[in-house]
């Protein structure tokens, strides 16, 4: 079963399109974040950064309306009632990442926070990793779709960059916290590296979920 190259969906094209759409959206909003991360380096909460940031809201907007629509079509048109529950879920889990993309970015902007400059690479590694721990998810989810012999590849891929995102986490905070920092600047921004690991852990928690209804599509 996992070397069929198939889509279940041969009935329902255009569910499939907008399931297809919803990890679409994962992959701009990780595209997103890590320009709008660039820029807020370079000018801190600027109008170059709230234009960014509003992308990521854009798009969060457009997957919650995915959603909907798709939970709509699942329940309302009786579509593939053997897999609808997984399907429920894949795509809320989908959706949780997009939301936690746009929540971070907007404390970005709310928060303000000053990144030392020497915290600034080890910063940037962290979202590198997050972003692309996400879009790895949106591939392994979207082959769930249509190619079983893909997912596991690219949900070692998550589970490689979860991990890795985890040291460069462990590694920011005691840097934050063995630097000469105010205490409150401290906590401040120890939050905030945690709330962006965090998305590479939401990641991690969809492809957890793709897997089993993987292995129970090969029962």
């Known amino acids: 079963m996992f070397n069929m190259k198939i889509s279940m969906f041969s009935a329902t094209r255009e569910l499939e399109q907008r399931i297809d759409e919803m990890h679409d959206q994962v992959l701009e909003s990780a595209l997103y974040f890590k320009e709008a991360f660039e820029i807020y380096l370079k000018e801190n909460r600027s109008e170059n950064y709230r234009r960014a940031s509003k992308k990521i809201k854009i798009i969060e907007g ?4 995915l959603r909907r629509e798709i939970e709509s079509k699942l329940y309302i048109q009786n ?8 399907v429920l879920q894949m795509v809320e889990n989908i959706d949780k990442v997009i939301n936690e993309f746009d929540e971070v970015a907007h404390k970005f902007y709310i928060e303000r926070p000053e990144i030392p400059s ?6 940037r590694l962290l979202v590198r990793q997050v972003c692309d721990c996400a879009e790895n998810m949106a591939i392994a989810s979207r082959a769930f779709f249509r190619d079983f012999a893909t997912v596991r590849d690219y949900s070692k891929k ?5 991990h890795e995102s985890d040291k460069t986490w462990a590694s920011l905070k005691q840097n934050v916290f ?5 205490l409150a600047h401290k906590i401040q921004l120890s939050t905030l590296i945690g709330e962006v690991a965090d998305i590479a852990d939401r990641a991690e928690d969809c ?7 993987t292995i129970k599509r090969d029962i």
């Open 178 to 182: 063995d630097s000469e920092m105010e």
């Open 118 to 123: 020497e915290l600034q690479d080890k910063f």
């Open 79 to 86: 579509l593939i009632p053997d897999l609808r529950a997984d």
């Open 158 to 162: 998550v589970y490689f960059l979860e």
């Open 207 to 213: 492809i957890d979920a793709v897997l089993i209804f």
């Open 62 to 65: 457009k997957a919650d309306d």
